[in-house]
């Protein structure tokens, strides 16, 4: 798997789901329970910023060197989930590029991935979709749990 490979260079942004982190960090398979301290150990281990992990329908976890926060997705009808993970990234980085802080950044990812899978197919999410999304995450979120 080539994400072994790439964690050991110096990397920004690491977003893996559970299944390429579980590989990454040389494990079968990760718990929700045990997922939290799996994920602050890769980064006191690896030379990366910032960890979100996608949860799929579940959400996201965002890990950095500040926080660490879980991030609750809005429940709604899925028609596909091709390009979610892709969408997610996007939403990152726009939101990165806007100056936007690490939580809000998820935040949004989040809100883009899940929007993505209310499209059929191969569809791109819908920035009308987004907004909505982004703005119930926000409403929804939880504090913030400092490291």
Known sequence: MGLIHAVKADIFLFKPNLTELSAVCG????????LETLAVDFLEHHSCEVLVVSLGASGALLVSQQEVEYIQA????????????DSMVVGMVLSL???KS??????????CGTAATMRSGTQLCQKEDVDKLYEW?????KNIKKK
């Open 27 to 34: 494990v079968g398979s990760i718990s929700y329970s045990e």
């Open 74 to 85: 809005p429940v709604v009808p899925q028609k596909s989930i091709i390009g979610a993970g």
């Open 97 to 99: 590029l806007a100056d």
């Open 102 to 111: 690490f939580i809000e950044m998820a935040q949004y990812g989040v809100a």
């Open 137 to 141: 995450i926000r409403l929804h979120s």
